[in-house]
């Protein structure tokens, strides 16, 4: 066989194989489309279908060895690498970007990233990649009498692609000048105070410093109100601070409002948002740190606390076929705001913030994210705050307010949760033997009244907490925990009856694998065993049943939440994944320090130091680059870390800490953590000083809002934050 022949007849089985392959490759990748991916966006379904589609139809010409559908198959094999290396590039080029606009992005998100980036690859270019190397082959090549124009053509796609992320990176990322010295702040609104309330004082040194990008904003918030703003401009502090006091001082309603407090402004660099696609623009700025503007214009300015202060964030769909995801402000919010045209293209800026701390004179406080850094609070008056809290939202009936926003004073209105309503009335508990005159032992006996009435006899000859047709694992060991906690604290016995029928109706639940039923059917009278497992159910029984065993000395109690902790720390995770995983584990280590030591065993502790370790990971350092979430955690810097989570763990890793004390077990990384954590939430509650944009401040006093960004205050935001608060002082935090 001549060499010409031998190349004929590989290029022919070349053909011939690759046919197959694409008969299966676009059936087999055409069902799982249709079978799994929902069309909520139909384009690109259809796009893909008919990507797949064009694989079947080339596969005759293939076998047949002809011209065209090499040319058809080498354009889609062209095509979906193509797709494979813009996902890719796509991939990292967001990655780039949100780290330009972000700072240090967070190794979670990185990681995430990354990973997606290297699937992406995998699923989309694999196969095309080999399919075009084979068809590209020069045996092939000159079967089909084709040139090189194809290979060309890749590298060229190649090229722009990878090349698409550094410019991405370079042109959106931002410089950021150093700060401003603390001196030259206070000596600034100084100023402005003394010139606002007598005649202009004279000029300090500090203001003779030059001002960077030439922009001072000063502006005057009273009884939660923003009352006057005022931008000026000059080569100097002073200068600027001249044009800011003319303005003010023309202001017809600061006269009135003198008694309010100062905040003050500077930008400390720029940087160009990304306006396509809309979700970049949607998230091309940090919540609370960054202002925007629009090119070119000096005067309207956007500020963090605008933001912050409108409740707009977090309400636009990161992607328009997915409103599940929401994240970043809406782009035309933005304009409006501004007077700007739809299409201007917009401006972020870095600011530093300084107020006067707690009413005028009183000295000069940074502001991170709209939170005003004042002294710290101690635990325990922290703790006390949130209490209050509780009780100021406390309806006549025992209820609470679910759902509170202090930028507007409003109670919004919300489903009703018996299980955070019985959270709510543990924590009051836990709280009452710290200040007794503060009355927390009568609201706990208020709300367990409410709790109370919705009990009965109906599970069978048990007694429990029927909500609708179900009587709840979870919401019945929430009420034993809240019964339990406060006959501990109160030595009142009137629920003791209560809590023991509560106690035997959980343990007439539990299976022989030691975890529970997750529910029970009192219209049928039976447990409901085909339902599956409820989040945290299991976890707070067994914390309702270690805290019951050990308060009324019951051993059956006790025995039967060390099963359980068993069955949650070993057979739970018996799978593969959870071998590499956690989930929500927090009441099951707060289950593990309320048993006796004796009980608890050895891998128990290891699982609940394991979880800690794991959580630490996520936590937010100190010497990161956004000081407002330091002792948070979260993923990355583009979601703002949510105060619950910093709670609930908090709560997790006090329990964890007095479990690793129990047991002699090292505490030299796990209580910096806890620590950490509680001040976190310490910073972030409001309080006096804390509170020059809550239109009643006393009603907000002692909130824990959902983030720094977002002003929601949930009463199991503020129950766990507490409870949390409250375990930080037992331990001597």
Known sequence: MTASSQADAEAKRTLRFWALCDVIYGVALATLVLTFVPWKWPLANVVLLTYLAAHVATAPGLWRQQ????????????????????????????????????????KGASLVSLLLAATAGQVLGLYPALRLRALLRHCVRA????????ATGMGVVLGLCLGLPMGLYNHHRMVVQAPTPVATAQAALGWMRAALQTSAPAEAAELRLPLRHETLIVSLFDGGHMVARAQGQGATWQQALKQVHAQ?????????HLQGRLKL?????????????????????????????????????????????????????????????RLGISPDWVRQQLNAPPHAQLQRFA??????????????CGVQRGVVQLPTFTTKNAALAAGQYMLQHQKPDGTFTY?????????????????????????????????????????????????????????????????GPLAKVGNNALALLALIAYQESSQDQSWATSSAGLARFLLSLQKPSGDLVPAYLPNEQRPAQEMPAQMFASEEAAFALA???????????????????????????????????????????????????????????????????FLARLQFGANEHDPAFAGHYGFSHVLVPQAPAAAGFAEALTATLQLARAHRRSTTQLQPQVVAALNALKRDQLRPGNDHMALVPERAWGGIRRSVVQSDVRIDFVQHAAAALAHGVALGL
């Open 547 to 613: 805290k019951a065993g050990r308060v009324l000395g019951d051993p059956k109690l006790i025995e039967a939440a060390a099963r359980l902790l068993n069955f949650l720390t070993q057979e739970k995770y018996a799978d593969f994944l959870g071998r590499f995983s956690y989930g929500a584990d927090s009441w099951t280590c707060m289950a593990a320090a309320e048993l006796p030591a004796s009980v608890v065993q050895a891998n128990v502790v290891d699982f609940c130091l394991g979880y800690a370790d």
């Open 67 to 106: 011209r065209w559908a090499w040319r058809m198959a080498t354009t889609t094999a062209f095509v979906g690498l193509s797709l494979a290396v813009i996902s890719v590039a796509g991939l990292v080029a967001s990655w780039a970007y949100l780290k330009g606009v972000y700072g240090s992005f967070g």
């Open 265 to 325: 402004d500077h930008p400390l660099g720029f940087a160009p948002v990304l306006t396509w696609p809309a979700f970049a623009e949607a998230l091309g700025f940090e919540p609370g740190r960054d202002g925007l503007r629009v090119v070119g214009d000096s005067t309207a300015m956007l500020l963090p606390d605008d933001v912050i202060a409108a409740d707009v964030y977090g309400t636009t769909p990161l992607l328009p076929f997915l409103p599940e995801v």
């Open 248 to 256: 003010l001082a023309s202001h017809a309603s600061v006269k009135e």
């Open 403 to 467: 759902v509170y926003r202090p930028w507007l004073n409003l109670d919004q209105p919300a489903g009703y949760n018996f299980a955070r309503h019985a959270g709510t009335a543990y924590t009051l508990a836990l709280l009452a033997p710290l200040a007794p005159e503060l009355g927390f032992a009568a609201g706990g006996a208020q709300a367990l009244q409410w709790l109370m009435s919705h009990a009965a006899p109906v599970c069978g000859d048990h007694l429990c907490v029927r909500e």
């Open 143 to 150: 079967q089909m009498q084709a040139g090189r124009a194809a």
């Open 351 to 364: 600011t530093e913030s300084w107020m006067e701390c707690a009413a005028p004179n009183t000295g000069v």
